[in-house]
C-alpha cells in the first residue's frame, strides 16, 4: 500500500479499497462511487459517533429525569404534601383544642393547654419545614405561607390575651379574645394553610406525571431506533463494499445500543409500572382521605365555632349537611373513592371502611350540635360539643379522625414502597445509557476507523 | 398588620361571597366621590389639593343610608343622629329602624341594609359566613337594671349583683323582700310584692349583655343558660317577654315588682315614670350606678388592650369603681359595598357619628360615652376599608 499505487481523488485522498481492487469493467457510476468512499465512511462514523454520544447524552437525560422525579416523589413532594396537611390538622385542631378548653373552664388543665402548645409548635415546624421545600415553585403557595408565618404569631397573641384574661378572672373578655383568635384561624389561618395543601397535591400531581410520562421516552427510543437503523445500514453498507462479514466495533456499538434499549425500556416499565400502582393505591387514596380529613376538621370547628357564637343568629347547620355529603361514605365522597382506590382487603381498606361506619353514627352526634343551637339551648349544645363520653361529638370526632389517619398512615406506606421500588428501578438507567453511548461511539469510531486505514 | 389580615381575609371572602344585593333604593346617581378622601376633585381647589378643600355641598356623596338593629341605639340615630346628620349634609338622609340587634346584624350580613346597629359584636360564626362584615363602636353605652317598687324612695337604688340576678330570673328568688336581696340591701325596706322578671323576647344584644352579667358573676347560671342575643330562659312564673326596649319600659311602668335589663338611652323615660334603677356590683364588689364616670371607668381598662377588630367585651372589667355592664354600640358594616357611591355615603356618615356625632349635645340625651380617642383611632381605620 503505497502511494504510488493510491489512486487519488481530486481532494487528493485515497480511493475507496474496492474501487482500487473491485472488478474491472464497472460503470462510470459505480466507478464515481466508490471512489467517495472513504469520505463516506468518514462521514458515517461521524454520524454514528455523534449519534452515539446523542443517545447517551439525550437517553441519560430522559432518564435522569425520570429517575430524579420519581426521587422527589418520596423525597420532596410526597412529605411536603404530607407537612401542609398535617399544618393544616395542627392549626385546625389547635383552635378547637384551646376553644373547648375554656368551654370546660376558665382555668383549663395544663394537659389541655400542653397539647395547645404542641399543636402551634407542629404547625409552626410543619410551616418552617414548607418554606424550606419545594413551594417556592408556586407563587399562591408562597403567598400563603408568608400570611401563615405573619398571622400564626397574631392567632398565639390573641391566644394568649385570652388566656390572660381568664386567669385574672375576666371570662367574658378572655372569651371575646379567644373569638377574635378563632377568626383569626377561620379566615386566615385555615385557608392560607388549605391554599398550600392543595398547591403541594398539585405539586405531587406534576411530579407523579413526570415521573411516569411517556414522552420523553418514546423520543429518546425513537432516538435508539434512528441510530439503531443507520448502524446496521452501515453494517450492510460495509458488507458490500468490503469482504468483511462484519465490523467487530460496529457489532459492539449495536450490542450496546441493545443492551441500553432493552434495559432503558424494561426499567422505565417496572418502575411505570411500580409508580402506578404506588399513586393508584397509595397516594390517591391518601389525597381523599386527607382532603376527608380536612372536612371533617371543617364540620368539629364549625360545631364548636357555633357553640361559641352567642349574638347573632348565624348556624353552620347547612355547611355540615354540605360537608358530611362531601366526605361520606355515600357515593361520590371522598371516603367512597378512598375506599374504591385502597387493596381489597389491606389494613388501609379496613381502617376507610372503619372510618366511613364512625362517620354516619358521629353525623348523628354533631347534628345534635345544630338543634340544640337553634334552640338557644346553650348548656346541651356545648355539652354535646365538649363532652367526651362515648357516643358524643366529641369521642366521634377523634375516633373518626383516628381511623383516617392511620389509613393515611398506611397508604403512605404502601406509596413510599411502591415509589421506591421504581425510584430504585430508574435509578442505574442513567449510567448504563451514558456507558453504552461511549462504547457505542467507541465501537463506531473504531470500527469504520479500522476500514478507513485500509485506504491509507 | 391589621390592614394586611383584613385585606387576607377579604381576599378569602372575595372567593365566598356572591355579592351584596342592595335592596334599598338609593338615589345615588348623583354622587361624586367623598368628602374624606377625594382630593383635588373640586374644580375650585388651588393649591393645596387637600381633602380640606372639598366641604362644598356639591362634593359631598348623595342618597339614603338605611339602618336598622338595636332598639337601645334607635332613639341616638331617629331623634338626634339623622336630623343633624341632614342638617350638616343636606344631600344624604340616614333612616334609621327599630327591630333588635340581632336582626340588625342579619340584615347587615344578607345586604338588606347599609348599616345593621347591634349592642353586641358579631360572632365568631357571623364573621366567618361574612367575612366582609366590620365591627364599628359608634358610641359607649351601658345597661341598666330597672325596677317598678313605688314604695322606695327616689333618691336610693336596690344594691344586685349577678347571683342574685341569676336566682330572679332562674326563679329561686320570688319577691322582693327575698333574704338574698334584702343582705345586699341593709337599712333598706323591700316590700314583700312578688318579683316580675322582663325578658326580651326577640334577639337582643341587651339580653347579651344582661346574660353575660350573670354568666360572669354566676357560674351556674353560666354553665346553665350562658349567654346570647337570645337565650332559653328557664321557665319563672310572673316573667314577661316583651319586644324591643320601648315594650320593656312600658310593661314594666305598668307591672309593680317589674324587674327588666334595658339601655341607658331608656333610663331617663325609666325615672321619669317613677321607676328605680339598681346599683350592681362590679368585679370588686363594689355597688355602681350608672354615671358618666363610673362607665368611663369602666372602660378606660379594655382600652389599650381593644383588638384592631374591636371585637371586645368589657363586662365585668377590672376597674373597682367601674360599672359593670357597658359596652360598645356597634355599627355592623360591609367592607364591601356594591359601588363607591354607595360606600363614600356609609363612610361619611360613620366619620361624622365617631366625631361631630359624638358631641355631648347628641350622646347627652341618651346618656351614652363618647368613644376614647384610641377606639375612636381603631374605628377610623375600620371605616377606612369600607369599599366597593
Known sequence: ?????????????????????????????????????????????????????????????????????????????EPLSLDARQMYASIADADVTITTAFLVSSAPQLAVLQHYQFDIAGASADLAKLQRGGASESQAANAALQTLVESLPVYTGYVADAESEYSLGFPLTGGSFLQVASEEAHLVLLPNANTVFTQENAALAAASSQATGLPTVIAALVLALVTAIVLLRAQRWLTRRTNRVFSAGLVLASLALLISVVWIAAGFLAARSNLDNGIDHGSSPAQSLAQASIKVQQIRGDAVLNVISRSGGTSFSTDFLTAKALVGPGSGSLLAAAAAAETGGSPAANLVAAAGQQATSWYTANGTVYTLGNASDYRHERDAVIGTQ??????????????????????????????????????????????????????????????????? | MAGIRRRDRLAVAAGLRTGVAALVVLAAAAACGTAASTSGASGAATSTGTSDAVTAASQEPAGTISETGSSLLYPLLADYWAPAFHAQFPSMTLKPAYTGSQTGIADASAGLVDIGASDAYLSSGDLVKNPTL??????????????????????????????????????????????????????????????????????????????????????????????????KWPPVQREMAVKGSSKVLTTCENTVGCIAYNGISYLQGATSAGLGYAALDNFAGQPTTPTPTTIADAVASFVSITPPNETISMIDGPSTDGYPIVNFEYAIVSARQPDTAKASEIKAFLTWAITTGNGAQFLGHVEFEPLPPAVADLAKAQIAEIGS
Open chain 2, 134 to 231: 366590620l365591627n364599628i363602636p359608634l358610641a359607649i353605652s351601658a345597661q341598666t337594671v330597672i325596677y317598678n317598687l313605688p314604695s322606695l324612695p327616689a333618691d336610693k337604688h336596690v344594691q344586685l349583683d349577678g347571683e342574685v340576678l341569676a336566682g330572679i330570673y332562674n326563679g329561686t328568688i320570688t319577691t322582693w323582700d327575698d333574704k338574698a336581696i334584702e343582705k345586699l340591701n341593709a337599712g333598706l325596706a323591700l316590700p314583700p310584692d312578688p318579683i316580675v322578671p322582663v325578658v326580651r323576647s326577640d334577639g337582643s344584644g341587651d339580653t347579651f349583655l344582661f346574660t353575660s352579667y350573670l354568666s360572669t358573676q354566676d357560674t351556674t347560671w353560666n354553665n346553665a343558660y350562658g349567654y346570647g342575643t337570645t337565650v
Open chain 1, 390 to 456: 362515648a357516643g358524643s361529638s366529641a369521642a366521634g370526632y377523634k375516633v373518626l379522625e383516628g381511623d383516617i389517619e392511620s389509613a393515611i398512615g398506611d397508604d403512605q406506606t404502601t406509596f413510599e414502597n411502591a415509589a421506591s421500588a421504581g425510584a430504585n428501578a430508574l435509578d442505574p438507567l442513567e449510567p448504563v445509557v451514558i456507558t453504552a453511548s461511549l462504547l457505542m461511539a467507541i465501537g463506531s469510531a473504531w470500527g469504520l476507523s479500522r476500514r478507513l486505514a485500509e485506504y491509507r
Open chain 1, 1 to 77: 500500500m503505497t502511494a504510488t499505487l493510491t489512486p487519488r481523488t481530486q481532494d487528493g485522498r485515497a480511493q475507496s479499497g474496492r474501487a482500487r481492487n473491485g472488478p474491472t469493467g464497472r460503470s462510470g457510476r459505480r466507478a464515481a462511487a466508490t471512489a467517495t468512499t472513504p469520505a463516506t465512511l468518514r462521514t458515517l462514523m461521524i454520524v454514528l459517533v455523534l449519534l452515539s454520544l446523542l443517545w447517551g447524552a439525550f437517553g441519560g437525560w430522559v432518564a435522569s429525569q425520570h429517575s430524579s422525579a420519581a426521587s422527589a416523589l418520596t423525597g420532596v413532594d
